[in-house]
């Protein structure tokens, strides 16, 4: 293979992975705000279910003290019934208690619909008190593994510059040249050739030049898109021993 050629192969697969590696560092940010955002609607979520139970709490207590209110008239009146003198009195009184009764029932059904109400909103908190509980712990979880892959991946990224230090030198100043020129303006500047196509922007070569690259003796170019172009081995035939 040409010596040019297998350091650009190296170089290319430097630059890939070190470009891939500092997007990755790049996004962690993003998703540890992510996370926090996660855990945030859960807390608030949580806040808001006993927010919920607090005012059920708070009109339950309302209601009882007008039923309260309401059975202290209540019997008042029945003691009152007893000693009326006369019948315009009477009428009177019992329109007062019918009234009361009637309020009576009322706030027996709203109590009834908030000790019901109780019941679904204790459900509710319930289920967001385990729902942060399971999320705090998958959180945690996942930030950790990004703390990791963060401290891992400045690892390799720095093992990979020093190793292009190693690759840069070993190849031919114009050729290095080329190949940062078009890495500036394609992303990667090397491309494996697939089936007689480049393998990055798949426009097909000419016969020449791929029967050329089998030899890999010589620098060729991708015609389309600058690329330099190289052909993978072939893996060589099992022999009946190794077979």
């Keep these: 293979m040409h010596a040019d050629l297998a350091c650009l192969i190296r170089l290319s697969q430097i630059d890939l992975f070190s470009e891939s590696a500092r997007r990755r560092i790049a996004d962690h940010p993003t998703l540890v ?4 955002a996660r855990l945030a609607a859960a807390t608030t979520a949580l806040e808001a279910a006993r927010a919920g139970v607090a005012e059920n709490k708070t009109s339950r207590a309302a209601v009882e003290k007008d039923l309260a209110m309401i059975n202290g008239r209540l019997s008042k009146f029945k003691d009152q019934l007893m000693e009326v003198k006369t019948n315009k009195e009477y009428t009177a009184m019992l329109k007062e208690i019918e009234a009361a009764q009637t309020e009576l029932r009322r706030l027996e059904d709203r109590l009834l619909e908030r000790m019901l109400e109780a019941d679904d909103l204790a459900a509710r908190q319930k289920e967001a008190e385990a729902r942060l509980a399971e999320d705090k712990a998958i ?12 401290a891992r991946l400045q690892r390799e990224l720095e093992e ?6 190693r690759v840069v030198p070993e190849v ?6 080329t190949y940062e020129t078009v890495r500036a303006k394609r992303g990667a500047a090397v491309a494996e050739v697939k089936g007689g196509y480049c393998g990055a922007c798949h426009v097909r070569l000419r016969p020449q030049v791929a029967n050329e690259l089998l030899r890999q003796e010589l620098l060729f170019q991708c015609d389309s898109c600058q ?4 052909v ?4 060589p035939e099992p022999t009946e021993a190794g077979a």
Excluded: H, K
């Design 160 to 165: 990979a510059v020093s190793a292009r230090a």
């Design 232 to 235: 993978r081995p072939a893996a």
């Design 227 to 230: 690329r330099f172009l190289y």
């Design 139 to 150: 959180i945690a979880g996942e930030r950790a593994q990004l703390e990791e892959e963060t």
């Design 172 to 177: 031919t100043a114009a050729v290095l040249w």
């Design 33 to 36: 705000q992510a996370l926090d």
